[in-house]
């Protein structure tokens, strides 16, 4: 009895629990769409998601192993921005009454869900167009002759009309297809409205897909009367060192790996990674890869490196599309790019990094040395350095033997000197150091690193020093970068060495107290002239020398 009294209260409990269960409800669609749509952050990100619509739907004419669709596949897309408006067609299958309302009614149902050749899994890319337009129209007809259209304004959650069944079909070269029009474009988002930008984006997005034989994507300026034929990037044709690998998951499908470190910059290519065919964003964007990646910025920032990593169905983007949902998978993925990626581009990037470095250091060394030699130049004539034109006149070098005369013929050639007085022309001495040497090492007899030494008639300066290393950045380039912290450091040291150099040459107070004097001004102006040359270290001409 208690037995069956236990059955029946927990058979009420459950029936109490179940009429008492809870339901998600939103209370104004429009308003929560609208503002997931504010994800978006310019408006040819939107475009993507009906051009990505178009390319989904031709999914069933393309053969995999030929890559190759069995009939020509057309997108096109018409900017109108007088009109505020963009149109996008293709030369699809179309929709019938029941798609057509699905994807308009049923959000976050997509029937693309789980199949692995489609990329629409959200059912919400339709919806894009709230972002930034206030009307979305949709016209599309198929091969059984129905040709249908819908619109829906962004304010809209109640009362839409359902898709109405029109006379003319689409203007394609089938006659079937589907058709986007957003219209009313907020004059925030008109900056996006251009044809070049829009199809650079569809060749930078669809970089994966635009390669497919009978593919063509076509961007129509209304206002020029001209049309942009969206191209796929040749990798192949562009020179470097290539990098090419399959990362294999557990229970997942494959991860190709394409890179390039290449011979110049690629503008508009660095490495992104996409998910089946649709980029996701630069490597150098994705902040949940960053944020374990060992060498970040200094690889993935590199305008040399180009190329893709394409994760297929083995990750998932989030319902922008612009970052990886996090999962186990993706913790894997991104461990084999920081072990087997990662280590093996630094060693590339480092050669490269190498090279440049030496041939900036060797333009800077350049830079260094004519401004030291115009710095000593300019403090030969000034008056308040007379003390270092005397002193100059030491450096030459006494004759090793004096002729011996006697003393009337002194007498005689004083006399004569006296009646004829001759002057000899003031020699100009050349500064005792004047060549600028920059050397990847200098150590005294204990190993210890020295700033620089002198060297016959040259200063050599040591770039491996602590002090110099500290004072040296690099761009995203791999350039150093010259500031004004490096720039002080070389006058002071080239200063002290010029000044260390003038003292051993003499022992007496006066020429020591010169040769302080020397440096002090040799530093104060070699520092204002390389801070003059700053902007122009990178590429200075000769004219700009002073």
């Known amino acids: ?14 029936r109490i629990r179940f009429s008492n269960a809870l339901s998600l409800k939103v209370a104004s669609p429009a308003f929560f769409l609208n503002h997931v749509a504010q994800r978006y952050s310019d408006t040819q990100r939107i475009v993507m998601e009906y051009v990505d619509n178009s390319i989904d739907a031709a999914e069933v004419m393309f053969e995999r192993e030929t890559n190759q669709y069995s009939r020509p596949i057309s997108i096109d897309l018409w900017v109108d921005r007088a009109n505020k408006s963009l149109k996008i067609r293709d030369n699809c299958t179309g929709m019938d009454v029941s798609q057509l309302t699905r994807i308009v009614q049923n959000v976050g149902d997509s029937q ?3 199949q692995s050749f489609l990329n629409g899994q959200f059912g919400f890319g339709v ?10 129209t949709v016209r599309t007809s198929t091969s059984s002759g129905q040709h249908l259209s819908l619109s829906l304004l962004r304010s809209q959650s109640d009362d839409i009309e359902p898709p109405q069944l029109i006379e003319s079909s689409l203007e394609t070269d089938v006659g079937t297809g589907t058709e986007f029009q957003l219209s009313s474009f907020e004059n925030t988002w008109l900056d996006g409205l251009d044809t070049d930008k829009i199809a650079l984006e569809i060749e930078q997005h669809f970089d994966r897909i635009l390669s497919r034989s009978g593919l063509k994507v076509t961007v129509h300026d209304a206002a020029l009367q001209r049309q942009r034929v969206c191209q796929p990037f040749d990798y192949e044709s562009v020179d470097g060192f290539e990098l090419s690998r399959t990362l294999q998951l557990k229970n997942s499908e494959p991860i190709s790996v394409l890179i390039k470190l290449a011979s110049h910059s690629v503008a508009g290519r660095q490495v992104c990674i996409f998910a089946n065919g649709r980029r996701i964003c630069e490597m150098a964007q994705l902040r949940s890869y960053l944020r374990q990646s060992p060498f970040r910025g200094y690889i ?8 893709y990593i394409e994760v297929g169905r083995a990750l998932q983007p989030v319902i922008t599309r612009d970052e990886l ?17 990662e280590p093996e581009l630094k060693k590339l990037v480092d050669q490269v990094n190498r090279a440049k470095f030496d041939q900036n ?3 800077l060394q350049n830079v260094l040395g004519k401004c030291f030699q115009n710095t000593l130049r300019a403090q030969r004539v000034k008056p308040k350095v007379e003390e270092l034109d ?6 030459q070098a006494k004759p090793a033997v004096e002729s011996s005369t006697s003393s009337s013929e002194s007498e005689s050639s004083s006399e004569s000197d006296k009646k004829e007085p001759e002057t000899k022309p003031k020699k100009e001495e050349t500064p005792p150091t004047n060549v600028i040497h920059f050397v990847n090492s200098i150590t005294d007899p204990q190993g210890s690193a020295l700033r620089a030494i ?7 300066i040591n770039m491996s020093h602590p002090d110099f290393v500290s004072r040296t950045s690099f761009s995203r380039e791999g350039k150093p970068v010259f500031t004004e912290r490096l720039c002080s450091y070389l006058s002071y040291v080239v200063g002290a060495m010029h000044m260390n150099h003038l003292v051993k040459r003499f022992s007496d107070e006066q020429g020591v107290k010169s040769a302080i004097d020397g440096m002090l001004d040799t530093t104060a102006g070699l520092e204002l002239r390389l801070r003059k040359q700053i902007k122009d270290l990178t590429e200075p001409s000769p004219d700009q020398i002073n």
């Open 361 to 363: 250091m060797n333009k």
């Open 325 to 341: 949902v996090r999962t186990a998978a993706r913790d894997t993925a991104y461990k084999l790019f920081a072990k087997e990626i």
């Open 454 to 460: 002198v060297v016959g008639d040259s200063i050599h």
């Open 127 to 136: 919806h894009a167009f709230r972002a930034a337009a206030n009307r979305l």
């Open 300 to 307: 993935w920032n590199n305008p040399q490196l180009i190329g």
């Open 390 to 395: 005397a002193l100059d006149s030491k450096f």
């Open 1 to 14: 009895q208690s037995t069956w009294g236990e059955a029946f209260g927990s058979m009420l409990l459950s």
């Open 112 to 114: 693309k869900r789980g």
